[in-house]
Each structure stands twice: as structure tokens, then as C-alpha cells.
């Protein structure tokens, strides 16, 4: 998979005879990967490169028109799941105000048909961009007719009677069921972050901990202790992860660590990957921290018993 950076790197490019599917794609979750089939499939049918344009940073951090947003998905972690999606090219833009100020009409002329080279569009049944979001699937069908470009809608995708979309679950890992939030995700969740030092507490207690500075504005899910895995110096190892203050040590500052198994080597790797597979329990405040030992050796036997 290709990608390209910014405007000026797509001009550069050269692109021809592209299928293309414009959004934000924040999470790649099955509602995204209906979208990326479709292009796959017409790109495969009509000889066209699969191409994939998406926006960094997320449009309503720099809008906010609907509130503060978490992300799902850092661009890092998009393109690592996009990648195996099968898309030939993925290309970033840059999004700030003037972007968003664009025309939809001269984003796609002079953007998706003139830079990109695009042949064919995909688009969400509810995507909308441009200048007032006025760049909607009713404006791209007539588009597409006076621009001479094929247009294809993809419609709404439901899991369980619930349309899949980024906000839902977001809400669902922050406030919901976990299980039925990685249902709907289709993946186990996870965080990518730098390897930093911790205050020593876990090591002291017998569960030496590996802990992560989390990427500015990045979701974390429910406060709570996981079973996890973590990827780092090319292997992936079991443990237990725990998210949130350190309430037995009255330290409100919020933690992202976890304790792995059988591991008590040296860590070469500056970063991580944190997946979270099960939630197995809230946090609470313990009366000293030899009960809270106890209690993390409890969690320890039952992870072990569900990862087999």
C-alpha cells in the first residue's frame, strides 16, 4: 500500500485511472470495510487503482462544530489497518480550515479529478464534506453525470439492528459493554504508545508493569483491569493491563500499563502496542497494598484461565 502526504506529494505523484473513497475512517470498523469492498470491487471491474483519501488531524478537532471528539485511531494506527485491506494507495491530507472552506464542486475538480486522476467514486450514504458539508451523495450523483466520473453509494451498514458508526462506539468503549463494543469495532481495541517509566509501584507489589504514554487525543475505554496482550521488539506476549488512577496509592494521575506474563526481560523498544481483549473488572480502592497484590494475583489466575 502506497501512501501519500499532503497535496503537494499527490501532485507530484501523477495518479491516473483511480476508484476513490473519500472520509475520515476513524476506527476501519465493518461499517468502513462495506465502503472499501465496494472500491475494491469497482477499481477491480473497471481497471482502476483503489485509492483511499483521508484527513489528518480527525475534521472535528479542528471544527469542533459537534463537540470535543476522541479518536479511535491514531493516522499510525489507521494505516496499519488499512493496510491489510487490500487498498493499492492511501492519501492524507492535511486538514485545517482552508481545506474545509473548499467547494465540494472545487474539491472534486480540482482535487479528486484533476490531482488524483479519479475515474470512479465510492461514498458513504451519509459522508459530507466541503464548505457547509454541502459535498453529500445527492450533489456527487449530478456531479458525476456533468463531470463524467461513476458514482456509487454505499448504504447504511447494521450489526444487530444498530447502524455502525464511529460515535457509537466510542460511547460503548467509554461507557458500555467492551465485549459488544469490539463486536462492533471488529477488532479487539488497542493502543499504540511510547514506552515511559513508571513510579515503580506495580515492580514493588510483585507485577513489574510496562507503562504508555497515550498519543493526545486518543480514546481510552473504560477505567478498569483487562486481559491484553503487547506487541514490542517483535513479539507479542500475554498479561494484564490496567487503565486508570492509582486509587489504593491515592494517585489521581490516569495510568495505561500492563503486567506480562512470564516475561522479565529487557525492553529494547521505544513503543507499543496495547490490545485489550476481555474487561474483567473496575477499579477499586484497597485497604493496603498487600490486598491489592492479593487481588491482582486473583486477576492474574483468571486471565490465564481465559487466554488458555
Known sequence: MKVISG??????????????????????HPGHRKII????????????????????????????TRGPVEILTTLEEKLEL????????????DFNKQLASYPPEDFVREVL???????????????????????????????????????????????????IKSTFIRNELKSGDYARA?????YNYFITGKIVRGHGIGKTLGFPTINLAVP?????????????????????RSGMAYIGQRLTFNDKTLSVEVNLFDF???????RAVLELM?????????????????KMKNDEVEIKKRIG
Open 182 to 186: 469490539v463486536e462492533f469495532l471488529g
Open 7 to 28: 497535496l503537494n506529494q499527490l501532485e507530484t505523484e501523477g495518479l491516473s485511472d483511480v476508484a476513490a473513497t473519500i472520509g475520515t475512517f476513524d476506527g476501519v
Open 37 to 64: 469492498d465496494t472500491l475494491l470491487r469497482v477499481a477491480d471491474e473497471q481497471k482502476l487503482r483503489s485509492t483511499l483519501v483521508t484527513f489528518n488531524p480527525h475534521p472535528q478537532i479542528v471544527l469542533g
Open 216 to 236: 493526545p487525543g486518543k480514546l481510552l475505554p473504560r477505567e478498569g483491569v483487562y486481559s491484553a496482550s503487547a506487541r514490542f521488539d517483535g513479539a507479542k
Open 264 to 270: 522479565d526481560g529487557q525492553v529494547e523498544s521505544e
Open 82 to 93: 488499512l493496510a491489510s485491506t487490500g487498498i493499492d494507495t492511501v492519501v492524507v491530507l
Open 278 to 294: 476481555e474487561y474483567i473488572r473496575a477499579p477499586k480502592k484497597f485497604d493496603s497494598p498487600e490486598t491489592l497484590a492479593k
Open 113 to 163: 479529478i484533476k490531482k488524483l486522476g479519479m475515474k470512479a467514486l465510492v461514498f458513504g450514504y451519509d459522508h459530507a464534506f466541503g464548505k457547509n458539508r454541502a459535498g453529500n451523495s445527492q450533489l456527487l450523483e449530478k456531479m458525476s453525470k456533468t463531470d463524467d466520473f461513476y458514482f456509487s453509494v454505499v448504504p447504511e451498514f447494521k450489526m444487530e439492528g444498530q447502524a
